[in-house]
């Protein structure tokens, strides 16, 4: 009977040449006794069956019954054709998009029902919630997996070495996947070496479409020097390259908007004297100059009112209850209008190259290869704006002005009167233009900067000024204590601890400033105009001067800051616009020749491109790669994410130039593999939580107790927080700031992009840059 079971052979039919009556006859004789062997067969395997449940059989019977239904799994494996063609597969599509559902309808019935049996606790399969069931029937094609590569001579299977794949890519460990190698189907490390090397030999293509571009180093340092020769530098540099696709299909950049078109020096001089009309303007006004800035920014002026009156109720319940009232703080910019659109902006990688953005020489090669893939390549797309950090741009200007090339043949020169000598000698019966950038060779790349990069500086300029003041008390408050946590805090290296440690600089110091206006002035007004009161009072004569200073630094400066930085978060260009153009005023309160001429650049840049190209800059400033409208950020930062990712792909040790390539090649793939991999074994939904923000109630609390006793309000002498006397220039640092930009926008409207490299003569600061 067990024989019969594993391989049943049909009954013989007799063809017989008589009549019909005759045949059916012997066919239903035949019929009727195949009829009884399969009942006799389905008696015997009932009787096994209450046997093998109620444990009467011998081992002897046992090791012959399961031997037999050994023999009669390696029959079905060895047979399945169909499995080994669709599924036993390597191809980087077959793991991306393999799941659990498609590779349970491959497994035999009899199989898949035994394991699900062995696997199930429950009686009923029908009962199990959703999240054991996926975790059964993922065990269930690991097992398969497991007798099937047994049974063909130990070949990979799909799921083993996609598991294989992303250990080696989470841990970097050669150990642990031969570890896996050893217990599953997953290939050896050498295996996962050779399937990076193969498919990381295929460069990566610039999408279709209208596009936006990035590129910015990504840096290992190794932690021991190596005295061989090739490996004797701890530094390994790669320069990443990302590319945001804004429409499928070319459209706005089928248009030619390359710089020559519409950049010329006469309009940048215009702009240029418009701009220090408008500082004199603001210098020349009866009223204060924060109050005259604010005037000129109604979006951030109505929020800082928002926040001032929140503030306020807050500092009057606690005032009406001896300061015991519980602080709930809140987001006002939660209300902040979102102009991102309700979709997820798909990003992919560009080719890498393998040398440091940091020279003229290599900044000039990637420009060069950008310009070569993304325009030459397609004869429909004519130019595509690159993000870039501070140096990028200030020597991609730079570039951008020297590099001149003839619109007539190859020829190309550094400098102007030399190519107009070229088109005397050469193209005489060609009419030439005089203006320099007109034969700019990299024309068709619009730089634009980073915003994140424009955040953290902007972050290092304000604790850069005020770190003496009173930051440096914040930093102690804030437990940063020894000499290294100072320096550590003061240099601003992790932005997420800056931006907090800010944020109670703005919350601590408005309170106190609120808590004094209270209590120095008796208010006749209802709540809402409370901002008008503060800030007359604020510009008053008999006010504190050290109320006066503190009031610019945290209410127009610092809180420009956090605008900045939420306006950019839901892709606000009103908020944008007039927190960027305030922000460039600030960078001309210390030496910070780099953001001095990227802010100025970029906005004498805006103010004269053609409406078309200046709202697709708009509608383009900040991403959401999440689909989340509300966490935009800028393509430069979407880029650091990128690269952190890059990173925990790369090997243990110091990456050489083909490991970055193969990374790089890989990355799109090994996302999308991730990605499914979680799919299969229900991890997503635990990735996908928000992580939870830190309340800083307490850190504000004890920021405004430092603030209280150090009685900074009551000195009759501009001073810091710890009592040590200022320059009374400190009180005018608003006037010189505005002053400063002046002259350094009349330098710009004379040596336009050559100032890029230079520090501007006859600016005067209170205090030195930090970009050394």
């Given amino acids: 009977i067990i024989n019969e079971l594993s391989s049943p052979s049909p009954p013989k039919q007799r063809r017989l040449n008589i009549d019909n009556d005759y045949e059916m006859m012997v ?24 046997a093998l449940k109620t444990n009467s059989l011998s081992i002897e019977q046992e090791m012959k019954l399961f031997s037999s239904f050994s023999e009669n799994i390696k029959i079905k494996c060895k047979n399945d054709d169909i499995l080994r063609t669709l599924l036993f597969n390597t191809t980087p599509r077959a793991f991306a998009t393999l799941d659990v559902a498609t590779f349970l309808k491959y497994i035999p019935n009899s199989i898949f029902s035994f394991l699900q049996q062995l696997l199930n606790n429950n009686d009923d399969l029908n009962t199990i919630d959703d999240n054991t069931a996926q975790r059964i029937n993922y065990r269930t094609c690991k097992i398969y997996e497991l007798i099937y590569s047994g049974v063909n001579g130990f070949c990979i299977m799909p799921f083993s070495f996609t598991e294989s794949l992303m250990i080696h890519t989470l841990t970097g460990s050669k150990l642990a996947s031969t570890i896996l190698s050893q217990t599953q189907s997953s290939g050896s490390y050498k295996t996962i070496n050779r399937w990076y090397k193969k498919y990381g030999k295929i460069e990566n293509e610039v999408p279709d479409g209208d596009i936006e571009s990035s590129f910015d180093n990504n840096q290992t340092i190794s932690k021991t020097y190596n005295i061989v020769n090739e490996k004797s530098s701890l530094l390994s540099i790669c320069t990443t390259v990302i590319h945001s696709i804004v429409k499928p299909t070319v459209d706005l950049q089928a248009k030619n908007f390359t710089l020559n078109q519409w950049c010329n020096e006469a309009k940048i001089v215009n702009i240029c004297n418009d701009m220090i009309v408008d500082n004199n303007s603001v210098e020349m006004s009866k009223q204060s100059i924060m109050s005259e800035l604010l005037n000129r920014t109604p979006v951030l002026r109505k929020y800082l009112q928002k926040f001032i009156e929140s503030l306020t109720l807050i500092v009057e319940q606690q005032l009406a209850v001896n300061n015991k009232a519980t602080v709930r703080l809140s987001n006002i910019f939660d209300n902040l209008p979102s102009f991102h659109k309700n979709e997820k902006r798909h990003v992919s990688i560009g080719e890498p190259y393998i040398i ?27 130019w595509i704006t690159v993000t870039v950090d501070g140096t990028p741009y200030c020597l991609g200007h730079k570039l951008l002005i020297s590099q001149l090339e003839c619109d007539c043949c190859a020829f190309k020169c550094t400098k102007h009167p030399d190519l107009i000598r070229h088109f005397e000698d050469e193209h005489k019966q060609i009419a030439k233009s ?9 024309n068709c790349l619009l730089l634009r900067p980073g915003l994140g990069h424009i955040e953290m500086n902007s972050c290092r300029t304000f604790m850069n000024f005020n770190c003496d003041i009173f930051m440096s008390a914040l930093g102690e408050t804030l437990k940063f204590k020894s000499d290294r946590a100072k320096a550590y805090f003061r240099s601003c290296s992790d932005h997420h601890k800056t931006i907090d440690s800010l944020a109670v600089a703005l919350y601590g110091n408005t309170f106190e400033l609120i808590y004094h206006h209270i209590n120095s002035f008796k208010r006749t007004s209802t709540i809402k105009f409370l901002f008008e009161t503060l800030m007359k009072w604020l510009d008053s004569k008999t006010t504190n001067v050290n109320m006066k200073f503190y009031s610019q630094v945290t209410l127009l400066w610092l809180f420009t800051i956090f605008a900045f930085r939420s306006a950019t978060r839901k892709n606000n260009y009103r908020l944008l616009d007039e927190t960027k153009k305030l922000l460039s005023i600030f960078f001309f309160t210390s030496k910070h020749p780099k953001y001095q001429f990227v802010m100025v650049n970029d906005y004498v840049l805006r103010q004269i491109m053609p409406d078309e190209l200046r709202q697709f800059y708009r509608e383009n400033d900040a991403y959401s790669t999440s689909g989340n409208t509300q966490e935009c950020e800028g393509l430069d930062f979407v880029l650091e994410n990128y690269n952190k990712k890059i990173k925990n792909l790369l090997p243990p040790g110091q990456p050489s130039a083909e490991t970055w390539l193969n990374i790089n090649h890989n990355f799109d793939l090994l996302s999308d593999i991730r990605k499914n991999a979680f799919n299969n074994l229900n991890l997503n939904k635990q990735n996908n939580q928000t992580r939870q923000k830190h309340n800083l109630c307490s850190e504000i609390e004890n920021w405004r107790v430092q603030v209280r006793k150090s ?17 009374k220039r400190y009180q005018q640092f608003l006037t010189q700031s505005l002053s400063n930009q002046s002259i350094y926008l009349k330098r710009y409207s004379e040596e336009h992009f050559h100032l890029s490299n230079k520090t501007c003569a006859g600016l005067e600061y209170m205090s030195d840059s930090d970009d050394q």
Avoid: M, W
């Fill in 711 to 727: 009685g900074v309000f009551k000195q009759k002498e501009l001073c810091g927080l710890d009592g040590t006397v200022l320059n």
């Fill in 434 to 442: 005089n203006d320099k950038f007109y034969f700019t060779e990299l």
């Fill in 356 to 382: 440091n953005p940091a020279s003229y020489e290599n900044i000039l090669h990637i420009l060069r290869d950008l310009k070569k893939r993304c325009t030459e390549k397609s004869s429909i797309r004519k």
């Fill in 27 to 50: 066919r239903n004789h035949d019929d009727k006794t195949q009829q009884d062997e399969t009942n006799k067969l389905n008696d015997a395997i009932d009787l096994i069956c209450e």
